[in-house]
């Protein structure tokens, strides 16, 4: 094992304390009187009341209470600085059962069939067996030692560590892992198939032990294998011979197991201590709840309310979870800008030209829609990597400053002096039509005029945006590296590659770069992005924030855009 | 009676049948399919096509329908091509909170809107109240209605929860608590119709002959309202609240995601965004047969209180 990443470290989510100390989200329900509660809100509507002569009691009753209607109304949209309710100082939290709340759960708690966007709901019971770590290093998760063998990139290895059983009481050794590898990859829905498409054979070589050998070199297999994708979760060998059982119970070795009988499917899930796991001291809480709160807006009431610890936020409510007080960790994650995949000019020539790409790039202030969009110049974005992720380079951020006059002028050598109209299709998922109106304004500016078609559901999106009638499209692609980049975006056979674009200078970048060891294949990323940048294949905008809000009284979310913004859920737990 | 029942009942398997029809047919027009929200944006094209095949999307649609019709028939509404689950078992599960919402807000806003209604119908100062106060209510948009009252009930004076439902069968009490801020919200626009509506047949109805006879007869002011008038006037109010349960059904879709309900409404959402064919179908069948069942109520209700019609 050459470069193998050993460790003996205490493995999963080693404790990160969390800069944000705050006080305990008490259940205020059962904590305060009914009069006082009364007694303290209608008083605040008296505050906001004093000074004025109300003509009468009654007017006075009415009046306040409008006004309470309006404070709360405009509390609600984020613009108050004043949250309410329960995010006050006190202690750590306290209670033994905790609740997160998402919006998104999966079909089927299969974790081989599924996505990685279910991540919040998979981790409580199913343990990845590497951990990404927030500075973008590596830790042993189930798996005690990990990587490649030898040159190339073409054999992994991974060892198991000892003692490991599944919440069913089976095994977790290397038979039971190949078992879970094989089962996966010969799954015709779920993410972790297309994962580890590269992976030709599965070899038990010890009892720990198994051994890869993969059809062509892949430089990302631990990544893969790590929370953000969590590409073999090992699943209870009993349960793989049924894996109908699957979709509405776990059986995997992770901290917690799913309690079906105080679970909702759609709703609620309950999870409760995995008598059999390993490390009894990452077990934080008696039991679990995931909620699943569509609406998120609803999510930070609930959050305000005691009735929700932690959840996954959404990008239109950041700044209302922060106006309530609660720990927001928001790591930009996204690529969120506009992709030219018109490179050869078929449906619109003046994208064929490499120089109309550039000044494009060059007509959009990145800084201007940030802070519009998401209240912070920081998610600025003008390149295909993220600060913290390998290939990011300070340098390419100077690549095409923001200059109209500029853009104006390199569009005028390309022929177009008076600009042009591009046809370019966009949806509402995740405020993205937003970010598009944002740059079309923009564009206009220097005669380029932006024709949108919105598509509302995310099927409807995407079956448009592969039908090629459009030669632009807004994107959102979650940034990790330029593997992850390749599988959607630069492979030609990717659905953001939607005019199949091939590139030979890129592709022999990424030739070289994946049978390069680490270093090497460091350095080849940034080239990558180089490379992507000088085509100017999109106008990146905005890194698009992932983010978790945490109530008062709790820590443990370690997710940066170097671990591609995904914590281990697990690690939530009580600040101290 | 029972004859009228049972010809509504046999109307009602033909109606079902075109409602599932258009459904089945219409779906199709949408772009994407449940392959493709099952796999996400990165899938490729030969895992799409396994995956449509898996599905049994390849089959032409005439005969998709056919197995589902077949099975429908038999009582078998089919699997979720997403969660694999069976669509009666799925379905049922949400029955239960989308029905005591409907219920509860139909309740509510018929006690209230009707005791509203007649006191507008007086005439006097309250009478412009209920007026104007049922414009306002119609106004209001239910989700920001919601938020509001979540702001308030459950963030700022913490006496209820601001999401989610508890059956009544786990916990009676926390059941109707769940249920209270929801009620509310889908309830004010239908309080304000069914209080206009009573208003308007109040006042025709007082206006009548009839009334000025009892009163010339000395018989008590309330038994006159209640007894002679409001009975006169309930066919149009009956009317009107069969068409605020059956609009509700259409309302619990915003309040559910608010409120976090997993009821009938959240479920059409996302079948709908996610092509389940069956499971869309599934929603199709039990909204047909709600909105029959409440009619069927309603005209039985119509005989109770209007005996010209029984005749009928």
């Known amino acids: ?576 | 009676m029972l004859r009228l029942i049972l010809r509504r009942l046999a109307l009602s398997i033909p109606l079902a049948l075109i409602a599932s029809m258009i459904s089945f047919v219409l779906v199709p027009f949408l772009p994407g399919d449940a392959a493709r929200a099952l796999l996400g944006p990165n899938a490729t094209a030969a895992q799409l096509a396994a995956a449509r095949e898996e599905l049994g999307l390849n089959l032409p649609l005439w005969q998709q329908y056919w197995n589902w019709l077949t099975g429908a028939l038999q009582g078998d509404l089919g699997t979720s091509l997403i969660s694999r689950q069976p669509v009666t078992e799925l379905l049922n599960a949400r029955l239960e909170p989308s029905l005591s919402l409907i219920i509860g807000a139909t309740l509510v806003a018929s006690v209230i809107g009707i005791a509203m209604g007649i006191r507008a119908a007086r005439r006097g100062v309250l009478g412009r109240v209920v007026d104007s106060s049922s414009i306002l209510a119609l106004a209001i948009p239910d989700f920001w209605l919601g938020l509001v009252l979540v702001v308030i009930f459950a963030v700022q004076l913490q006496l209820l929860p601001p999401t989610g439902y508890v059956s009544v069968t786990d916990d009676p009490g926390m059941w109707a608590m769940s249920l209270v801020l929801p009620i509310i919200t889908l309830s004010l626009p239908a309080l304000s119709r069914i209080a206009k509506q009573t208003r308007d047949s109040m006042a025709t109805a007082l206006d009548g002959t009839y009334v000025r006879t009892l009163r010339a007869a000395a018989v008590r002011e309330n038994s006159i309202i209640y007894r002679h008038a409001l009975r006169n006037a309930a066919v149009p109010i009956l009317t009107v609240i069969g068409l605020v349960f059956v609009g509700a059904l259409g309302g619990t879709v915003a309040i559910e995601s608010i409120f976090a309900i997993p009821g009938l409404g959240s479920t059409a959402v996302q079948a709908t965004a996610s092509r389940d064919l069956p499971l869309i179908q599934g929603v199709v069948v039990y909204f047909t047969l709600i909105t029959i069942v409440v009619n069927l109520v309603v005209d039985l209700a119509y005989g109770y209180f209007n005996p010209r019609v029984r005749v009928k």
């Open chain 1, 1 to 576: 094992m050459d470069h193998v990443r050993a460790s003996n470290a205490e493995g999963i989510g080693s404790p990160q304390p969390c800069s944000q100390q705050a006080a305990a989200a008490e259940d205020a329900i059962t904590t305060k009187s009914l009069g006082s509660r009364i007694k303290s809100f209608f008083a605040s509507g008296a505050q906001r009341n004093a000074g004025k002569s109300p003509k009468s009691s009654v007017a006075a009753r009415g009046g306040a209470l409008l006004a309470g209607f309006l404070v709360v109304g405009v509390a609600m949209t984020g613009c108050s600085g004043n949250g309410g309710g329960t995010a006050a100082t006190g202690a750590a939290y306290t209670k033994d059962t905790v609740t997160f709340a998402t919006s998104v759960v999966p079909p089927s708690l299969n974790p081989a069939v599924g996505d990685p966007a279910y991540a919040p709901l998979y981790h409580w019971a199913y343990d990845p067996l590497v951990i990404m770590n927030g500075d973008g290093s590596f830790s042993p998760g189930l798996a005690e030692k990990f990587g490649y063998v030898g040159k190339g990139n073409q054999t992994y290895e991974l060892t198991l560590r000892e003692g490991l059983k599944f919440s069913d009481g089976a095994v977790l050794d290397a038979k039971a892992l190949k078992e879970n590898l094989d089962y996966t990859r010969s799954q015709t829905l779920g993410t972790a198939t297309t994962l580890l498409a590269a992976v030709k054979n599965v070899e038990v070589t010890g009892q720990l032990t198994v051994r890869l050998t993969l059809s062509r070199p892949d430089p990302g297999l631990t990544f893969y294998f790590a929370q953000a994708f969590g590409a073999g979760y090992p699943i209870s060998p009993k349960s793989l011979d049924k894996p109908a059982t699957l979709d509405a119970a776990t059986a995997g070795a992770g901290p917690y197991m799913l309690d079906p009988a105080e679970t909702v499917a759609g709703d609620h899930y309950t999870f409760v201590k995995n008598p059999n796991y390993w490390n009894p001291e990452r077990q934080h809480f008696e039991s679990v709840t995931v909620r699943v709160i569509a609406n998120p807006s609803s999510t930070i009431q609930a959050i305000q309310a005691g009735q929700v610890q932690a959840a996954l936020g959404d990008p239109t409510t950041l700044s209302a979870a922060r106006a309530a007080n609660l720990q927001v960790v928001a790591p930009p994650q996204a690529l969120t800008g506009i992709n030219l995949a018109d490179r050869e000019g078929t449906k619109s020539e003046p994208l064929g030209n490499v120089k109309v790409r550039q000044a494009l790039n060059m007509a959009v202030d990145r800084k201007a829609i940030a802070k519009a969009l998401y209240g912070s110049e920081d998610l600025a974005l003008s390149q295909y990597a993220l600060e913290g992720q390998v290939p990011y380079s300070e340098e390419l951020n100077e690549k095409y400053p923001y200059d109209p006059e500029k853009a104006k002028a390199l569009l005028a050598e390309a022929g177009y002096p008076d600009g042009f109209t591009l046809p370019v299709l966009t949806t509402s998922l995740a405020s993205l039509d937003k970010l598009t109106r944002a740059v079309a304004g923009q564009l206009e500016q220097v005669g380029v005029k932006l024709e949108l078609t919105t598509q509302a559901a995310a099927p409807d999106y995407f079956t448009a945006m592969v039908s090629g009638k459009y030669p632009a499209a807004v994107i959102g692609y979650g940034l990790a590296d330029m593997n992850t980049l390749w599988a959607g975006f630069v492979n030609k056979a990717g659905p953001f590659n939607f005019f199949k674009t091939v590139d030979p200078e890129l592709d022999d970048l990424y030739n070289q770069y994946r049978v390069a060891d680490q270093e090497a294949g460091a350095a080849l990323q940034k080239k990558i992005n180089e490379r992507l940048m000088d085509q100017a294949w999109t106008i990146p905008v905005v890194g698009a924030p992932l983010s978790y809000y945490i109530a008062p009284g709790l820590t443990g979310f370690d997710a940066t855009s170097a671990n591609a913004g995904v914590p281990l859920v697990t690690d939530l737990r009580p600040a101290k």
